[in-house]
């Protein structure tokens, strides 16, 4: 998504965890881009721990340098509030926001009942909407515009889900003590371990992957595993995965 993006606005893509920006290299910039996934209606815990890690604005800063900053949260159906969330948490550190949208992608949330992957006809009806609205995002992009309510989908009882539900979500779902492996199917090729973004996955000398303790709830593992042996407590039992080029 970022890269797509990236190459239609003619701008440079970063990932986050790389993209620790300084004041100096902000002065070099006039627009940003935040681009993540929705998890539990709001920020990624990764994403909350970027962004507190970010240097605080000057006051007058961003009007003097004509910052423009944006953000496209991709999710499966909702956001909630995220963008109030973000908006909140870059406000804190002085960073303006002019622009949220967000966009439907592939389900990827498994873990609790009545959540699975998309049906590969909704996955074809998400893929035909998003080229188009990411056409009409980027338009909005290039002329720096300020986004409208319109630009997100808050879905049915935004304020219950983003304030309510996601601290209790938060809670007792987004960490990986859940997480085991189904020793019977594992064939310790080691692809969770290598695409877990951090580094949260180790494997035994058994081959098979134990988890320590650092986890934003991505779900690669999951969905990577080529022998679906990746369980999540009993929730994941009969759940789809998604196809992950790794
Ligand atoms: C832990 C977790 C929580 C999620 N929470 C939401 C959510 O609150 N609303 C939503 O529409 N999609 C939610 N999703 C789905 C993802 O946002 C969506 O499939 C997509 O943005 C995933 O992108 P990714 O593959 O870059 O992680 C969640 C996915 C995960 C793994
Ligand atoms: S890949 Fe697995 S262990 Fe690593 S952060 Fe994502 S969910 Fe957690
Ligand atoms: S990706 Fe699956 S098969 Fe490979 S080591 Fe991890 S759990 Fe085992």
Not at 63 to 82: E, H, K, M, N, P
Not at 101 to 109: A, L
Not at 183 to 204: A, D, V
Not at 209 to 232: F, N, S
């Amino acid at each position: 998504m970022a890269k797509v993006l990236a190459e239609r606005l003619g701008e440079q893509e970063s990932k986050m965890e790389k993209a620790l920006l300084e004041i100096e290299y902000l002065k070099s910039l006039n627009s940003i881009g935040l681009i993540f996934p929705v998890y539990g209606w709001g920020l990624p815990l990764a994403v909350e721990q970027w962004i507190d890690r970010l240097p605080s604005l000057p006051v007058g800063f961003a009007a003097q340098q004509a910052l423009y900053v944006y953000s496209v949260l991709t999710c499966g159906d909702d956001i909630g509030r995220t963008d109030a969330l973000l908006r909140q948490r870059l406000a804190a550190k002085g960073w303006p926001l002019q622009a949220v949208f967000s966009v439907q992608m592939r389900n990827t949330y498994v873990c609790l009942p009545g959540f699975d992957t998309d049906q590969p006809d909704l996955v074809e009806t998400k893929e035909k909407v998003l080229q188009e609205r990411l056409k009409a995002i980027a338009a909005c992009i290039d002329r720096r515009q300020d986004s409208t309510k319109a630009d997100v989908t808050p879905g049915s009882f935004p304020w219950l889900k983003t304030y309510v539900l996601r601290p209790l979500f938060n809670s007792w779902l987004t960490n990986d003590r859940h997480f085991h492996v189904d020793t019977k199917q594992c064939i310790g090729c080691g692809r969770c371990e290598r695409l877990c973004p951090l580094h949260n996955i180790r494997l035994t000398k058994e081959n098979a992957p134990e988890w320590m303790g650092h986890c934003t709830h991505c779900l690669a593992c999951y969905h990577v595993c080529p022998k679906h042996a990746i369980r999540y407590g009993l929730f994941t039992k009969g759940k789809g995965q998604v196809r992950i080029n790794f």
